[in-house]
């Protein structure tokens, strides 16, 4: 096979090629916060799973390229199926979709009837498809707070996101057993370790993180509440629990303050890095662009049963669906 550099001309830019592209293709290049930064810094947008999820509903553009994984570029063709959606790598996956398969959650939804399923939106088309409502680490408060307290939830793939909303909220859900790698690694004896390092510095965490690193957090939310927080709290310390590219957009908006990732067993955050995130790269994205390739193809009749579930979760964020709206799937 050859390689990229051997397809571009000696000397070109690589940052103005992918530009040219994009702009010949009418293309919008999206980019999860967990992307390396030279990839969040040629986006048109840089956003949590929610914020791309409406940007991939909302633009007008061709070809959306998605800089993130699988399940996410998934998402913005199951919202706009008249549009090419392309993802540098398509081995960019994740071990929340990977812990679901779409048979046993089946079957475990057939198990339990009288149960409504609410998903995080980490998961495949298929159990999407198979699901209620997809909700975001940014979503899930508000939605839980529109289901009535008689309604059983089914909450997966995520445990520890669904046991620290089955906590906050007081209620009991059945939760499915997935957890994510990342967030999975952090070390509460290390975390321990650098706290007292930093005396006084807060401690923001995703609730993806085990319940020991999120009892010790003075902030817990999505990514994309997290770069709020760094934003606004007071001090010049911040330690972060997720993983660590979102620092880049921390630095971006408040360079003045000092960030440091929450560390892993080993007593530093590089096991923290997510390796699907990972493989995308510049590279890859120009040949993404340039070939529209490889591109996401999603069958009709699967895209419309999960975007029910989708049209639901971006109708409750912003708070535009009723209670009676929320009956046990038939």
Not at 122 to 150: F, Y
Not at 193 to 213: N, Q, Y
Not at 304 to 313: G, P, V
Request: aromatic share 6%.
């Amino acid at each position: 096979m050859t390689s990229i550099a051997t397809k571009l001309p000696t000397g070109t830019d690589l940052l103005s090629e992918i530009d040219r592209l994009r702009r010949e293709r009418n293309a919008v290049i999206l980019a999860h916060y967990y992307q390396k930064p030279q990839i969040q810094d040629i986006a048109d947008f840089v956003g949590d799973s929610l914020e791309l999820s409406r940007k991939a509903a909302e633009t007008d553009a061709d070809v959306i390229a998605f800089c993130g994984v699988k399940f996410m570029a998934d998402t913005a063709k199951i919202l706009s199926p008249e549009k090419i959606v392309v993802l540098p790598d398509l081995d960019a996956g994740c071990s929340l979709e990977d812990s679901c398969p779409p048979d046993k959650f089946r079957a475990f939804r057939e198990a339990h009837p009288d149960h409504i399923a609410l998903t995080y939106i980490n998961c495949s088309t298929e159990v999407k498809a198979l699901s209620d409502v997809i909700v975001t680490s940014s979503s899930a408060e508000t939605i839980i707070g529109q289901i009535p307290p008689e309604q059983k939830i089914i909450f997966g793939p995520d445990r520890h996101l669904g046991g620290y909303l089955s906590r906050k909220f007081g209620r009991e859900m059945l939760l499915w057993p997935g957890v994510c790698i990342v967030h999975e690694a952090f070390s509460e004896t290390e975390l321990l370790k650098l706290k007292a390092r930093h005396p006084g510095a807060p401690v923001a965490a995703h609730p993806e993180c085990p319940p020991a690193i999120v009892d010790h957090a003075d902030y817990v939310g999505s990514t994309s509440g997290i770069l709020q927080f760094a934003k606004t709290f007071e001090g010049d310390t911040l330690i972060v629990a997720t993983e660590p590219h979102i620092m880049h957009q921390m630095q971006l908006a408040i360079p003045e303050k000092n960030f440091i990732g929450a560390p892993g067993a080993d007593g530093n955050c590089n096991c923290n890095i997510c390796p699907y995130m990972a493989l995308n790269t510049l590279e890859k994205l120009y040949t993404a662009l340039r070939d529209l390739s490889p591109r996401i193809e999603i069958e009709e009749g699967l895209r419309l049963q999960a975007k029910r579930s989708l049209d639901r979760m971006l109708e409750m964020a912003s708070g535009t669906i009723g209670k009676g709206d929320l009956g046990v799937r038939d």
